[in-house]
Structures are given as structure tokens and as C-alpha cells.
């Protein structure tokens, strides 16, 4: 092992002591104080690597090196926040792996005749709550940065208990006004699925995201005694929302075909009052519909708005859809995937492309610049959970990877 | 009105301003600070018109009305605590009547030459933990007093805070040390459901309870990403429990028959880690099936866990089965249900034979003394719900007929 592994891995291994939990996994949701430790953990590290940092209104976090003063910035990143019960890969691996290629970046430029080679800089971005379990909805720092939500809006939004964004950053004193443009962006994350790990390979290239429609729904009964109200005369909110979950799935099955699968998901769902002996009179659940064709895609919402429409008359319930969060399947820079490929093929990594399942920061700033995003594998697709796990040697070849993506990105050879 | 019923009436508004909500009803879980102030609230009243009080200790309050010196008593009672966001009559209107009934028996003796008729003295019990929201199970005060479950088993039981049962006693300061051994037991109650109203009836004479089996179970699946997760690789136990939920309700409309109807309900859902993407781990959930007859009960029971199995191969999910809370359908004292029926006819109510689908204190009270069980209508059945209503003339019939049932107990008509 090189001394660059050993020095990113003991650095992962340290990232990973905040916020750890007993089964090996992390809780640092968005904003607690695991989350803000592990923020000035970060920036104690990228400081004395001589980056300097940032926080703009929404709390992401800008951590610059400048390689050429006065050059455009690139932007490299991921997120350090987690799930509850989360495991230690996901998102921070990124941003981690970020801050070491940057650094692997400059030594090289240095190493091949000095610093002017670079025509950009790097900026890593660490963006707030990429996870949505605390503050919903998910990617919302990245969201704002694209102008995909207001920061307005986002800064009063509320957890469970009440408190707002502006509350809780301004908590744990993460919270700027710093603003930055920025010319591309490249972006290293673990897999969360097994495609990888069942095609042997060490690095997936991403082509397009799924589309996904993500909706609120609120399921409307009447409270009653579970005892003495007899079935006629119940109007069962728990009897609809759970209807509703076990249609999502039976679409998500008739909805598959051999090339585009169909994924259906319900994550958060909540019962009112919730009391042993009293018929639901509200539960509050979200649905997730996602595939990697948009007719499939449609087909599936289609069905599940019907099933909907018998569901209300089944469980005798009123069904309203609330805040939906919808994206398109889109496809990320051709030239990105070949230079990432080019790069892949230079250091001997097995690569193959693949779709990303799962929304990342990446997602919304495609949108915005020529996008680059690489996934290292998941043992057995493991997560959002304390055991997801990637191997060390995945991890650092992953790095090795993002450093000479991010080479050739600020050699010019991304974009201009 | 008479002005037995306009005090009634006026100590029911007075009564239900304790744990007042916004929508008409009461909040007054067991052992809440309404609880205990409602509590006192009673303590008052009762003294002010010459009962003694005391606490047992799982913190049943007796308030006993002396009639006899050194004679057996007689119990009348019910519940003050309440669902969060119940009505302002299931329980608490039983307990008043108690105690206003128990003070007219003394009026009417003194009436007729003197106390020195009475063969016993009355208590009004109000039963500690009747709902079971705040602490499980139900029926919890009156299950202590009849054997069912131990006082050292009730008192550590905690709610969903860590709060056990004797601290949450002592913090509202009813509990002690007190035992008293009963003859018999009569009880009033609102119906909770529509058959008294549906058929024009003032009074209903209970006949027998429901059986009811009470499952407490929980389903074990895998934390995993909801959108990165295929279907394939997933344990889901939201599905899991969805599915258990939807199968309690096929399974009712399956096994009901023109005689004997089954009801099944599920109350309590819980479900684990609960973030919006993340494919559950674990649903903790309460499951009953109840019917009128016990080969109906036990056929649609054995269907339920049928389905158990199935749905575990569906998920791919573990279910296993908790506590349970099993009771019979039984039958009432028919010496006490002819005892009602006489009493109602020589005050002219109308009255009918019904079965009680909810528990009540009254179904642990008649497996240990001669029982009578009396209900009033509850406008369109609403219960649990703060629109819960009986009307002014029902609840004043109620305790009219009360008043004169208990007279006869303590005369001798009914036990010796």
C-alpha cells in the first residue's frame, strides 16, 4: 500500500469515529451535533492541507484550493451527512475522497513542472442534508445551489420537533453567506446497489440517473373504537395507507420488463393517533415510484394514481396527494463518461456503466454544469444501513480514480 | 328535569373540563397530569357529599359511601382516563353515575324508614388504566384487583417515554396501600357503538362480551436504500406489516357470518428507522380479532397466523409473534341481567339484550363476582373520538336506572 492509501484510509478511519454508532455504522443527520462535529473535523483537516473554507447561506460547506490564483473553480464533493443508523460510506466516503484527489492533484501538477498547468481550481463541497431524513426533502443544499429550491425556503423548514434549518445550522455554526460559481463537477459515491459487485467490476460510470416520482400522500379515516365500531361503519386511515404500500409494491412487480425495471418504495409512514385500541384516523406516508424509462416510468404512476381511486373506496378513506418530488431520468456529459473511461483504462480499473438508482448530489448539478459521476461497489448492495461496507481497495482505487479525472478536468480537458 | 338530573349534568360539564381538548373531547391518559387532576377533581366532589377515598396500589380509587355499618359493599364503577383526543363519556360518565346513583340509593333508604335496609355499603371504583394507550394493556387497574396480572408486573411497566406505571402514580399522588373485597360488581357505560340506536332502545342489558384475541406482533426485515435497493434484495417489513394489516380486514369480511360477525383491528403501528428513504427494518404492530362466537374466533384466528406465513414468503420478511391478550366471549350474570330488565320496565325505559364488543372493566369484574353490565347509545356509535355524544336524556335515563339497580343489589335482591 502506497502512502497516499494508507493516508486517506487511517483519515476514513478517524471520519468515521463522529458520530459513530455500536453497530458500526453512523448517525449524523443534517445539522446535529454528530453532523457539526464531523464539519469541523473536516475543515481542521482540509486547513492544514492549506484549503481554506466556506459556508454559504444554506450551510454547504466550500473547502478551496487554489491551483492557479485567478483561474474558474471546478467542484468536486459529496455530503458528510447521514442517515439515522447509517453507514459510514455513503456520501462522506465522497467528500473525503474528494479533499485526497484535490491534494494528489496538486502534487502531480507539481511533480509534472508546476502549478500553471492547472487552468482551474478545485473547490470541494460538502452539501448540506444530501439525506432528507431530518429536513426533507433530500439533496436540498445542492438543490438551492441549482436554484432548484429558494433559500428562503429551505432555511424554515422544520424537523419533527420543530426546529427550522436556519436554527440548527446556526447551532452548530455552519452557516455563511459565501457564494461561488463554479464550471464543472465531479462527484465519487459508493454504489448502494450490487451491479458492480455481480459484474466483477471496481468502478461504475454513470449514464443517466432513474426518474423518480416521489409523492406525499395523506390517507383520511375517522377515529373509532377498535373494539365496538363494527366494520361497516369504519372509515380505517392504517387500512388505506397500507393498502396503498402493498399496491405500490404488486405495481412495482407488474410494471418491470427485461430492460427497464420498475422500483416502487415507501420510507416514512405515520399513524394518528397511533393508540392500541382506536381505529387511524390520519397516517401521513411518502411513495416512491422510479424507473429508468420515462413510459415505463409513467405507466407505473398511472397505475398507482387508479389503485389510489379503489383504495379510497375499499378502505372507505379520503386520499390526498401532498408535496411530490419529481425528476426526470436523465443522462449525464457524454465526454464526461469518456474521459472518466480514458482515465479508468490509464490505471488498469475495471469499469462498466451504469444507471444510479438512487438521487445524488449529482443529480441536480448535472442540470447546471458538465457533470462527471463515478460509483466504487457496495458488498451486496448493503445500504442505508449500519453493515454497508466497500472494500479498502475499492476505496482507494476510487481515489486514485477521482484524482486523475480531477487532472484532466483541470487540465482543460472536461471543459474549457 | 329534576334536580337529580340537572346536578348531574352540571357535575358532567364541570368533569369534562379536566384534560379539555380544542375539538370537544378529553385527553386524560392514565396517570397524566389531567388524569390526577380529574382524579382530584372526583376526590372533591365524592368527600363534599360524604364518601371516603382511598388508593390501592396500582392506584384504583375507591370513594366509599357508608350505608350500613360493618356490612359487605357492593362496587359501581368504570374509568376517568381517556384515549388522547377520546370522547368526554366513555368511562368517566360511568364513574359519576356511580357515585350520584350511590347517593340516591342512600335518599331513596332514608325515604323508605331509614339505612338500616341496606344489606351492604357501596363503593364507586374508578378503575386505574382502563384504555391501555399510555400503558399496555388495557383494563389494567381492574386486572390487578381480579388476579389477572400482577401488581409487580403493572407497576414496572413503562410507556413510551421510560415512565413506569408506580412513578407515573406517584407523580400525580394516587397510590396506596388500600384492599377492599366486593360481593358484586354493576357498571354502566356508553355503548361505543349503534345497535341501541339503531334499534331506539334508552338502555342496553349486556348479555355476554366478544371474545377477543390480542396479538402484539413484530415484523423483522432488512434496513436497505429505498431507491438503490432492488425488489428482489429487499425485507421490507413496512411491506410485511401492510400486508398482516390488510389481511386482519380480508379476514373479517371472510369469517363473519349472518349470526356471528368478526371484527379485527389494528390500533398501534410502529414502524423502524421511519426515514423517508430508507426500506424499513422492523414494524412493531397490534393485531385483534374478536367475535361473538368462539368456533367463529378461533376458525378466523387460525386464518390470520395462515396468513402470517404466507406473508412472511411475500416480503421476505421474519414475523413473530409478542404478547398476547386473550379473553372469551362470556356470558353476564343472568340472575343481574333479569335484575336490570325488572328495574328498567318499573321506570318505564325501553330496553334490549346486547353484547359488548369492547372490553370493559366489567369483563374482568364478572369472572370474579356476580356482574351487571348497562349501556346507554352513543349517537351514530362514534367513540374514541372526541365527537363522541350521548345525549342529556340518555345519560340521565342512565343513571336513573343505575339508582334503582343498585338499590336492589344493596336491599339483597341480587347477591347475599
Not at 52 to 73: F, I, K, R
Request: glycine share 10%; proline share 3%; aromatic share 6%.
Amino acid at each position: 500500500m502506497n502512502s497516499h492509501h494508507a493516508s486517506f484510509l487511517a483519515d476514513f478511519a478517524s471520519m468515521s469515529s463522529n458520530g459513530a454508532t455500536a453497530g458500526g455504522g453512523v448517525d449524523r443527520q443534517a445539522a446535529t451535533v454528530a453532523d457539526g462535529q464531523n464539519r469541523n473535523w473536516f475543515r481542521g483537516l482540509v486547513e492544514g492541507h492549506g484549503f481554506t473554507v466556506h459556508y454559504d447561506q444554506v450551510g454547504n460547506q466550500y473547502s478551496m484550493l487554489e491551483l492557479s490564483p485567478g483561474a474558474p473553480w471546478i467542484a468536486v464533493g459529496s455530503h458528510l451527512d447521514s442517515q439515522p443508523l447509517g453507514g459510514r460510506f455513503d456520501g462522506a466516503y465522497g467528500v473525503l475522497a474528494g479533499a485526497h484527489a484535490a491534494k494528489r492533484v496538486q502534487e502531480m501538477l507539481a511533480a509534472a513542472g508546476g502549478e500553471s498547468n492547472a487552468k482551474f481550481n478545485i473547490v470541494v463541497i460538502n452539501w448540506f442534508n444530501e439525506e432528507g431524513c431530518r429536513f426533507k426533502p433530500s439533496m436540498m443544499g445542492s438543490s438551492v445551489y441549482t436554484g432548484k429550491l429558494s433559500a428562503a425556503q429551505v432555511l424554515k423548514t422544520t424537523d419533527p420537533d420543530g426546529v427550522s434549518v436556519r436554527e440548527a445550522l446556526e447551532s452548530i455554526g455552519t452557516i455563511g453567506d459565501f457564494d461561488l460559481p463554479v464550471s464543472a463537477y465531479v462527484e465519487i459515491h459508493i454504489e448502494q446497489g450490487r451491479s458492480l459487485e455481480d459484474r466483477g467490476l471496481t468502478i461504475g460510470l454513470v449514464e443517466s440517473t432513474w426518474g423518480a416520482n416521489k409523492y406525499e400522500f395523506v390517507v383520511h379515516g375517522d377515529q373509532a373504537h377498535t373494539g365496538a365500531t363494527i366494520i361497516a361503519d369504519r372509515q380505517d386511515a392504517l387500512l388505506g395507507a397500507s393498502a396503498l404500500v402493498v399496491a405500490a409494491r404488486e405495481i412495482a412487480l407488474e410494471h418491470s420488463t427485461e430492460e427497464h425495471m420498475v422500483i416502487t418504495s415507501c420510507g416514512e409512514f405515520n399513524v394518528f393517533p397511533n393508540s392500541p385500541v382506536v381505529v387511524a384516523s390520519r397516517v401521513n406516508l411518502l411513495v416512491d415510484v422510479r424507473s429508468t424509462d420515462p413510459d415505463v416510468l409513467a405507466a407505473a404512476d398511472a397505475a398507482l394514481h387508479a389503485r389510489v381511486a379503489k383504495i379510497e373506496k375499499m378502505a372507505n378513506v379520503k386520499i390526498v396527494r401532498g408535496a411530490e418530488h419529481v425528476w426526470g431520468a436523465k443522462a449525464y456529459d457524454q465526454a464526461g463518461l469518456k474521459l472518466a473511461a480514458e482515465a479508468a483504462e490509464s490505471l488498469g480499473l475495471s469499469h462498466g456503466v451504469v444507471r444510479t438508482l438512487a438521487g445524488h448530489d449529482s443529480t441536480n448539478m448535472k442540470d447546471l454544469v458538465p457533470t462527471i459521476m463515478l460509483f466504487i461497489p457496495s458488498v451486496e448492495g448493503i445500504s442505508h444501513n449500519e453493515r454497508e461496507l466497500t472494500s479498502d481497495d475499492d476505496m482507494v482505487a476510487g481515489v486514485d480514480l477521482l484524482s486523475e479525472v480531477l487532472l484532466r478536468v483541470v487540465r482543460g480537458e472536461f471543459v474549457a
